[in-house]
């Protein structure tokens, strides 16, 4: 088994360095990639295992914040060569990212590969990487009952469309934005596309719409999200990250995937998602507590609650 | 005071014959129109009259379902020539209607006169027409404390800015969509841009986001409302003034403008353009009965409810 203590929830995904530019301001070189913010969100619920590459350029200090937080980051390999790094920029439609450039490095030749605590989680998140290694993850899990949720994205889905479906076959939960349930589903309609996923074998289908709010689709059932309103977005990169992390790491917490737990986990990745575009890269979630969580979550369901008609 | 019982809630706006073409088929020269849409919509929840006018061409039968729901036609006025007249077509982002044509006909000379029955109503809708009629049919209102909603389009804000500011100050609730709201407030962030038109007067603006639902913000209030969600979507014409009728019929009939019965009023509209899209034209609002409404009312709160964490 190794040693350490086995991990509740395990991520597969990237570290990265972002360049981003918004309407709002300007970070070059910030800490970034998709286990990075899933974790910096699902540490506030859980114990969480990253397994990630970086390069030798990238200081482990700027992961200190993540380690005061109990992540196991046994997982992350120090490979040759440099760290993964995305440079983007956002209009004022905040919902849109143009990528500039993408430097692979280190994740060119990445191969996953699940520390021995990690095999036994009973949550792991998928990220958005290459479905062929996604599938080499699942096969290294040892817990038949591992709750299993992956993203990915529009390149995945026209270049590897078969690898993609085979592991969507495998897992239980699919988390993806609108443009890509469609373009997976080759349905317009989200319900009508969802439940064509769902009866491959996932049954949960979490639509993400950005500003929008998000949509869950599983077999006799639809959950409405809106997305928690603020007059200031800073930086949306990480968003879908962050989600995906509040959303995990609270069904790691109450250990189970009952369908009320489903709704609130959904509320509160909508909540971590908020926190996290509020500021570049993970410094909100650097500085964010329990209690401003837990805070946003009741004034986002004053938001949303209403009563009886009365007719 | 005339003869006939005082409304309670009167519209001004339009009566069109239009021409439709969707991905799921095209009808032509069905009738429309705003205020024939927001009637169709409130007549299910309280007395409302319509002022609007009408060409030669327009066969009175055509308006035998409204009087069946005790719509007040009076004022309407049959004016030499045409009906007004529009073609529009729509692709898969039912969103965003375009539109083919336009024929203004009686519409062109349209003075609107609110029938003595109408000027004692407790609610107004002033649907999109001409600022400058808007402010018209307020100056007519002999209710001082009557509620008054007001609905417009880029074309006033662009060409009758000052006018539709001026008419602005003078009504309690906005009903827009969101590119609307930006160009009037000339904010992008939808809270700052209602929150800066609240400063002028309105108390409550409602904001219509398509199939993404609505966005009401109050002084001290934002209201989250996702859009019902439908595998169909047929006809989106008039779905904006469906849910304006549904929200002021149900005020209406409630008779209060409260925050509970604003909330209850805006999901209920939101149920109503539900309807109102699964069919073209006002098909749906024909056969639709109060038990459908209450109904679908209720599966909706379930899709959108949810409970506390459990942490």
Request: proline share 4%.
């Given at each position: 088994m190794g040693t350490g203590n086995l991990v509740s929830l395990a991520v597969i995904g990237t570290i990265?360095?972002?360049?981003?530019?918004?309407?709002?301001?300007?970070?070059?070189?910030?800490?970034?990639?998709?286990?990075?913010?899933?974790?910096?969100?699902?540490?506030?619920?859980?114990?969480?295992?990253?397994?990630?590459?970086?390069?030798?350029?990238?200081?482990?200090?700027?992961?200190?914040?993540?380690?005061?937080?109990?992540?196991?980051?046994?997982?992350?390999?120090?490979?040759?060569g440099k760290t993964f790094r995305w440079a983007g920029k956002y209009g004022y439609d905040l919902n849109l990212a143009i990528t500039l450039s993408t430097e692979l490095n280190v994740l060119e030749d990445f191969e996953p590969h699940?520390?021995?605590?990690?095999?036994?989680?009973?949550?792991?998140?998928?990220?958005?990487?290459?479905?062929?290694?996604?599938?080499?993850?699942?096969?290294?899990?040892?817990?038949?009952?591992?709750?299993?949720?992956?993203?990915?994205?529009?390149?995945?889905?026209?270049?590897?469309?078969?690898a993609l479906l085979d592991v969507i076959r495998r897992v239980d939960m699919i988390v993806v934005n609108e443009a890509e349930l469609r373009e997976i589903s080759m349905e317009?309609?989200?319900?009508?596309?969802?439940?064509?996923?769902?009866?491959?074998g996932p049954k949960t289908i979490v639509i993400k719409r950005g500003e929008y709010?998000?949509?869950?689709?599983?077999?006799?059932?639809?959950?409405?999200?809106?997305?928690?309103?603020?007059?200031?977005?800073?930086?949306?990169?990480?968003?879908?990250?962050?989600?995906?992390?509040?959303?995990?790491?609270?069904?790691?917490?109450?250990?189970?995937?009952?369908?009320?737990?489903?709704?609130?986990a959904v509320i509160l990745g909508c909540v971590m998602a908020s926190f996290n575009v509020e500021d570049f890269g993970p410094k909100r979630m650097k500085s964010l507590t329990h209690r401003e969580i837990k805070e946003r979550y009741s004034s986002f369901r004053k938001c949303i609650e209403f009563g009886d008609l009365k007719l």
């Open positions: 990265a360095f972002d360049s981003i530019k918004t309407p709002f301001g300007e970070e070059r070189n910030i800490i970034g990639g998709s286990a990075l913010h899933f974790a910096s969100s699902a540490s506030f619920f859980t114990d969480v295992g990253i397994v990630a590459p970086i390069g030798e350029d990238f200081d482990a200090k700027e992961l200190d914040f993540l380690k005061e937080r109990n992540v196991d980051l046994s997982g992350i390999k120090v490979l040759d699940l520390p021995e605590t990690y095999k036994y989680a009973n949550f792991i998140f998928l990220a958005n990487i290459d479905p062929d290694l996604q599938a080499k993850v699942i096969d290294q899990v040892k817990n038949r009952d591992a709750y299993v949720a992956l993203d990915t994205m529009n390149f995945w889905i026209e270049n590897k469309r078969e317009y309609n989200l319900i009508k596309g969802a439940k064509k996923l769902i009866s491959m709010g998000v949509f869950m689709v599983n077999p006799d059932e639809v959950f409405l999200c809106p997305a928690y309103p603020l007059e200031e977005v800073f930086d949306p990169t990480g968003a879908g990250d962050t989600f995906a992390g509040g959303l995990m790491g609270y069904l790691s917490n109450v250990g189970t995937v009952s369908y009320d737990a489903l709704k609130q």
